[in-house]
Nanobody, 120 residues
Framework: VQLQASGGGLVQPGGFLRLSCAAS????????MGWYRQAPGKERELVAT???????AYADSVKGRFAISRDSAKNTVYLQMNRLKPEDTAVYYC???????????????WGRGTLVTVSS
């Protein structure tokens, strides 16, 4: 099982980016998918999550600016980031809680991360 994130880059303050993360491999079921981020010198923090029934949760710092969504048919989660701020600069990691084929329990998988830089 692999999670492949894409969509990071350099953007000016007030701009927008859309991140994508696709889960591939032998997957039986995916429960929650989400995005975390880690800024230089800081711990990794939760950004947003979405469950299999579409329930979402957001960090207070991104509420009203970011939107998480998923395409279950494609095993893909998206993060639309609007009104970006310099403090949003970080490596963004996607995360999936899923049951691999042949397994009986949920496991957590991480993508390799994609860098988002918000700067003028």
């Amino acid at each position: 099982v692999q999670l492949q994130a894409s969509g990071g880059g350099l953007v000016q303050p007030g701009g927008f980016l859309r991140l994508s993360c696709a889960a591939s491999g032998s997957i039986f079921r995916i429960n929650t998918m989400g995005w975390y981020r880690q800024a230089p010198g800081k711990e990794r923090e939760l950004v947003a999550t979405i469950t299999s029934d579409g329930s979402t949760a957001y960090a207070d710092s991104v509420k009203g600016r970011f939107a998480i969504s998923r395409d279950s048919a494609k095993n893909t989660v998206y993060l639309q980031m609007n009104r970006l701020k310099p403090e949003d600069t970080a490596v963004y990691y996607c995360n999936g809680i899923l049951i691999p084929s042949g397994s009986l329990s949920y496991m957590r998988y991480w993508g390799r991360g994609t860098l988002v830089t918000v700067s003028s």
